[in-house]
């Protein structure tokens, strides 16, 4: 089985600050997909950022980066010049790569940027 | 392009009452999710349809809850009866089809609370 761990329930930040969230995973597969979610106060998920596991190069998106250590089983996210509006729950999850697998979530880490 | 659409956003019923929550995923998706997440944790998959078949409901508590996806289009979710325990929000996803790193698209999630 998999599973998924977010060692920090609880992370504050200053505004335009660089913050980085934990997630590590655990599975016996070789083929996977590592997300990260962001859920506002509205409860939608929204997907930030998405890495595949065959992948060496870790995946960008604009503020938003991945540090993927594949032999540590470790997925962290670097958000860079944070915003008021990144004041989130984010979620860490974890899909093998097989037809009709499930998305597996970690607990969470409450991030709260300060102005 | 339309978002996946839940209804009702909030309920509130006493035990052993039965409740319904109603999903219509993004057009055109053929993979359709129903999660839950109790307060303070990550989302837990309940049952997963490709087209109007079950995929995954393993972790779905068949004596009390039931889904279905007729027409392959919009979903149900109805939990009878309900126990205190069933307090959590129910999230229902979409992706265009199952299977490897097709991302997931959430609605807002449907609070139901039970007294």
């Known amino acids: 089985a998999q599973t998924v761990t977010q060692s920090q329930p609880e992370m504050s930040v200053q505004e335009a600050e660089t913050v980085t969230l934990s997630c590590t995973y655990d599975?016996?597969?070789?083929?996977?997909?590592l997300f990260w979610y962001k859920q506002p106060p509205s409860r939608q998920m929204i997907l930030v950022i998405r890495?595949?596991?065959?992948?060496?190069q870790n995946a960008t998106e604009n503020r938003f980066s991945v540090n993927f250590q594949k032999a540590a089983k470790s997925f962290s996210l670097k958000i860079s010049d944070s915003q008021l509006g990144d004041t989130a729950m984010y979620f860490c999850a974890f899909k093998i790569e097989t037809s009709g697998s499930r998305l597996t979530f970690g607990e969470g880490t409450q991030l709260t940027v300060n102005p | 392009e339309a978002g996946v659409a839940q209804s009702p956003r909030y309920k509130i019923i006493e035990k052993r009452q039965s409740v319904a929550f109603w999903c219509n995923p993004i057009?055109?998706?053929?993979?359709l999710y129903w999660y839950q997440q109790i307060l303070g944790q990550g989302p837990k998959l309940l049952i997963q349809f490709q087209n109007n078949g079950v995929v995954d409901d393993s972790q779905l508590p068949k004596d009390r809850f039931s889904a279905e996806r007729l027409k392959g289009v919009d979903s149900t979710l109805k939990i009878q009866p309900a126990k205190l325990e069933d307090s959590a929000v129910y999230l229902c996803?979409?992706?265009?089809?199952?299977?490897?790193?097709?991302?997931?698209?959430f609605g807002d999630g449907t609070r139901l609370s039970i007294l």
């Open positions: 599975t016996s597969e070789n083929n996977y997909y």
């Open positions: 996803a979409s992706s265009p089809k199952t299977g490897r790193n097709q991302p997931q698209h």
């Open positions: 057009s055109g998706h053929a993979t």
């Open positions: 890495q595949e596991a065959y992948k060496q």
